[in-house]
């Protein structure tokens, strides 16, 4: 570890980190420009074999941006994504993003640092940076937005320059550094660890803009709502914006261990999806999306004598059909990513002529990041961290996200050596309990 570094995750003040030299190179989790090919004709696109640990340059910094000694980060599917090389190679976005100027340019390299999630400590900020300093504990938003277009003034989603940052630009979170746009950052809550603070961003984030913003479901009081993946990352956080919001939580796992876990978490239906006898393909066939809601229907309606009013569904292809047949007259399917493939199929008639609404959401505005965070702060919404990795296993860690053998979010340890560190206010921690804290932890 560099000294940069040490001093960073001893807590040294401003003077000192800015006194110390940034050092020339930097430990990163990455995926390589001459692997693109390497699971052409693979059915298993192991990505323990395409996610590399190493040495890589450290970028220059941008006006707008700071420099972060990262102590933890996590893992989200987009890093499944980049490791097996689909939808579409990163390095795609990274070379159309070069082209833009100076310094989009630097993102255009034969590596991909990933990662769209940490928390650590800035240790260097540019001449254009106002309100962050060096020494300050923060999170970072995996949102980064274009402030000079007019959509970004409005609601920053709609922005077109607005990219998913690890995903569509290099220099992410699973790395010893990052760099980051300044408006991108949020507070580190003080009670939680690095690795739980690292564990929320993006999730919790995007959860909150699909249920409760007004750009996504608008959920209320006594709304029930069905959370598909309830067991994973954004699920987790979805169950706990439900219960928070005075609405009735209805979760879909995939085992019956899950299903403890988030009985436990106080969801207040839980369904283990094999009672529902579908597979990652049965999203394509009328029959078995009719049979398979028909089947889910019933339990929803004899568990809350309704049906859902929002569907909250982050599987996308196995599911997306069954969503749409399950949802009340009227009411909301809300839909982020689709880890088990994003060309959906679904009869439009229960749309049209039942006057449903789908609502796409990514990630969450700055706004909505902050109000997640705040949650968080005051301990109405906990953590879903399971378990942590060491960087060097990155590919052990994302490859228990590939194969769906995890629940809530994965931690990575970057400069953090140990797990537990990062805690400024033990006394907030010990009045929230630490149980109530980790209601994951171990799983």
Known sequence: MDALAQAALRGAPPEELAALPVPDRFRAAHTRVEDITMFDGVEDKDVRKSLHVGDVPMPELAPDEVLLAVMASSVNYNTVWSGIFEPLPTFTFLQAYGKQGRWQARHDQPYHVLGSDAAGVVVRVGDGVRRWKAGDHVTVSPVQVDDQEAAA????????????????????????????????????????????????TACAGTAYRMLVSDNGGRMKQGDVVLVWGAGGGVGAYAVQLVKQGGGIAVGVVSSEEKAQRLRDLGCDVVINRSELGIGDDDGTDPRQVVEAGKRLGRIIRRETGEDPHIVFDCIGRATFGISMFVLRRGG????????????????????????????????????????????????????????????????????????????????????????????????????????????????
Request: proline fraction near 5%; charge should be positive.
């Open 332 to 443: 909301s399917l809300v839909t982020c990513g689709s880890s088990t493939g994003y060309l959906h199929q679904y009869d439009n008639r229960y749309l049209w002529m039942k006057l449903k609404r789908i609502i796409g959401c990514h990630g969450a505005n700055m706004q909505e990041q902050w109000e997640s965070n705040r949650l968080i702060d005051i301990g109405r919404i906990m953590p879903t961290l399971s378990r942590s990795f060491p960087l060097q296993e990155i590919g052990e860690a994302a490859r228990l996200v590939q194969k769906n053998a995890h629940m809530g979010k994965i931690g990575v340890l970057c400069l953090a050596p140990t797990p537990g560190l990062g805690v400024t206010d033990p006394a907030k921690r010990e009045r929230l309990g630490e149980d109530r804290i980790n209601p994951l932890k171990g799983a």
């Open 153 to 200: 003034q409005d609601d920053s989603m709609l922005s077109e320059g607005q990219r998913a940052w690890g995903y569509e630009t290099n220099f992410g979170g699973l790395a010893n550094y990052a760099v980051v746009r300044a408006s991108q950052l949020v507070p580190k809550p003080g009670h939680l660890t690095w690795e739980e603070a690292a564990s929320a």
